[in-house]
């Protein structure tokens, strides 16, 4: 479109036989780093490379190949990212790597009703304009591609799978003593807490995070059933959003499961997920207890027919929770941001969101080992939390702290950005 211009302003004053005008087709990312690991990139020869332009190179790309035929160009792909949320995270997530310095940082933002990614972000990240300057750990795509024992925010599910099952004896209150023992064969089995808790009911569990009474009640819960709420949430799949990497969250089968392992599942250790499972997951903890299938791609549109050739619809994976489950976790999740509760740090004034915050020590394969001291720092939030239209999870992988401390305030961040953005409205 801005050839013609430019000719016409050069014979204007004489210079075409000065000037050499080539007409070349290239991509260009005006949005630089944003979303960068999403798109990917293309090589010199116009061909995908990472990312959307790879996955979807065959709608993306002009075919033939230019100068052999007559240009028949690209469809038109259209994302759920909404750019202004994308920069709000993207903002959150550089001002923790310049806090903490941590490995990597994941980030994403979900619409709670529909399953739509609307941001995603992955630290340390690359501007696709220069990719030959990046490096593989700037490219890689954490937030999906990245698989990790969740830790705390992993009750939340946990809690929802013990509910469904309704064995547990959840009216009978748990008194945390700092730490909870029981037995297995000839051994004892000691589950540590980060402090005494006292008397903690499910909603407690949550606010305070308190790893000895979820233990309990799944130790209650016949573990087939608490297994295969688990694999309904997802945490055994793969999701395809139209990205390359699809990995698949893994849980053994309980048939594998040691004396301990459905006490440690319980507070989110001996199983690994992405950041995209896990924010997937938290659609099912809405009013209506339905799982949705996340999507990026929003619509694909043939650029010379204007028809659609592909449109996102609303997909209900299953439904999984009634709505008194769902809303007794909800609850939990608000109280943990009152002042007793680990996600204190998240509050915004006038607006009532839910979170879990978590802490997880990372297993070493090469000590055997979770004491090295490498964790994962995360929050999930929900907002607003009695209504849910939106799901913020950051997760913080290397940065020597606590998820309270290093997520839950990014999160706090990111509500007061949608609410400034008109997205969200205050709720008192």
Same mark, same amino acid.
């Given at each position: 479109?801005? =050839?013609?211009?430019?000719?016409?302003?050069?014979?204007?004053?004489?210079?075409?036989?000065? =000037?050499?005008?080539?007409?070349?087709?290239?991509?260009?990312?005006?949005?630089?780093?944003?979303?960068?690991?999403?798109?990917?990139?293309?090589?010199?020869?116009?061909?995908?490379?990472?990312?959307?332009?790879?996955?979807?190179?065959?709608?993306?790309?002009?075919?033939?190949?230019?100068?052999?035929?007559?240009?028949?160009?690209?469809?038109? =792909?259209?994302?759920?990212?909404?750019?202004?949320?994308?920069?709000?995270?993207?903002?959150?997530?550089?001002?923790?790597?310049?806090?903490?310095?941590?490995?990597?940082?994941?980030?994403?933002?979900?619409?709670?009703?529909?399953?739509?990614?609307?941001?995603?972000?992955?630290?340390?990240?690359?501007?696709?304009?220069?990719?030959?300057?990046?490096?593989?750990?700037?490219?890689?795509?954490?937030?999906?591609? *990245?698989?990790?024992?969740?830790?705390?925010?992993?009750?939340?599910?946990?809690?929802?799978?013990?509910?469904?099952?309704?064995?547990?004896?959840?009216?009978?209150?748990?008194?945390?003593?700092?730490?909870?023992?029981?037995?297995?064969?000839?051994?004892?089995?000691?589950?540590?807490?980060?402090?005494?808790?006292?008397?903690?009911?499910?909603?407690?569990?949550?606010?305070?995070?308190?790893?000895?009474?979820?233990?309990?009640?799944?130790?209650? *819960? %016949?573990?087939?059933?608490?297994?295969?709420?688990?694999?309904?949430?997802?945490?055994?799949?793969?999701?395809?959003?139209?990205?390359?990497?699809?990995?698949?969250?893994?849980?053994?089968?309980?048939?594998?499961?040691?004396?301990?392992?459905?006490?440690?599942?319980?507070?989110?250790?001996?199983?690994?997920?992405?950041?995209?499972?896990?924010?997937?997951?938290?659609?099912?903890?809405?009013? %209506?207890?339905?799982?949705?299938?996340?999507?990026?791609?929003?619509?694909?549109?043939?650029?010379?027919?204007?028809?659609?050739?592909?449109?996102?619809?609303?997909?209900?994976?299953?439904?999984?929770?009634?709505?008194? %489950?769902?809303?007794?976790?909800?609850?939990?999740?608000?109280?943990?941001?009152?002042?007793?509760?680990?996600?204190?740090?998240?509050? =915004?004034?006038?607006?009532?969101?839910?979170?879990?915050?978590?802490?997880?020590?990372?297993?070493?394969?090469?000590?055997?080992?979770?004491?090295?001291?490498?964790?994962?720092?995360?929050?999930?939030?929900?907002?607003?939390?009695?209504?849910?239209?939106?799901?913020?999870?950051?997760?913080?992988?290397?940065?020597?702290?606590?998820?309270?401390?290093?997520?839950?305030?990014?999160?706090?961040?990111?509500?007061?950005?949608?609410?400034?953005?008109?997205?969200?409205?205050? *709720?008192?």
């Amino acid at each position: 479109d801005q =050839v013609e211009p430019l000719l016409a302003a050069l014979a204007k004053y004489n210079l075409l036989d000065s =000037v050499n005008v080539e007409k070349r087709i290239g991509r260009t990312y005006p949005s630089l780093f944003h979303a960068a690991q999403i798109l990917g990139f293309t090589n010199a020869e116009g061909e995908g490379i990472e990312g959307l332009e790879y996955a979807l190179e065959k709608q993306l790309n002009p075919y033939p190949r230019v100068g052999e035929e007559q240009i028949t160009y690209g469809n038109d =792909v259209y994302l759920t990212l909404d750019m202004d949320i994308q920069y709000a995270l993207d903002v959150q997530l550089q001002e923790i790597a310049n806090l903490y310095d941590p490995n990597i940082i994941m980030g994403i933002i979900m619409d709670a009703k529909t399953g739509d990614i609307l941001a995603l972000g992955s630290y340390p990240w690359y501007d696709p304009n220069a990719f030959s300057r990046s490096n593989p750990r700037q490219r890689t795509n954490n937030t999906i591609s *990245t698989l990790l024992e969740p830790g705390s925010v992993f009750k939340l599910f946990s809690l929802a799978s013990v509910l469904k099952a309704g064995e547990a004896k959840l009216d009978e209150s748990f008194e945390c003593t700092g730490s909870y023992s029981f037995q297995a064969g000839n051994s004892t089995v000691t589950i540590n807490c980060s402090t005494a808790h006292g008397t903690v009911d499910p909603q407690m569990m949550i606010a305070k995070s308190c790893n000895g009474a979820i233990a309990h009640w799944a130790r209650q *819960t %016949d573990e087939e059933a608490f297994y295969q709420t688990l694999v309904d949430l997802g945490f055994t799949r793969s999701w395809d959003i139209g990205l390359p990497s699809r990995p698949r969250a893994q849980i053994a089968d309980p048939s594998t499961w040691s004396a301990r392992s459905k006490a440690t599942i319980a507070f989110g250790q001996e199983l690994l997920a992405t950041s995209l499972h896990l924010a997937t997951a938290a659609t099912a903890l809405g009013i %209506d207890g339905d799982l949705l299938q996340p999507h990026l791609i929003l619509r694909i549109i043939d650029a010379s027919t204007g028809t659609i050739v592909k449109q996102r619809e609303k997909e209900v994976v299953a439904h999984l929770f009634d709505r008194a %489950d769902t809303a007794l976790i909800r609850k939990g999740m608000h109280k943990a941001t009152s002042d007793e509760g680990t996600g204190y740090k998240a509050r =915004v004034n006038d607006f009532e969101i839910g979170i879990k915050t978590g802490t997880a020590q990372l297993f070493n394969p090469e000590k055997n080992s979770y004491s090295d001291g490498s964790t994962l720092a995360s929050s999930l939030a929900l907002a607003p939390i009695e209504d849910p239209a939106y799901i913020i999870y950051i997760g913080v992988e290397g940065g020597r702290g606590w998820g309270a401390d290093l997520a839950a305030p990014g999160i706090g961040n990111l509500v007061q950005a949608l609410i400034s953005q008109g997205k969200l409205r205050k *709720t008192r």
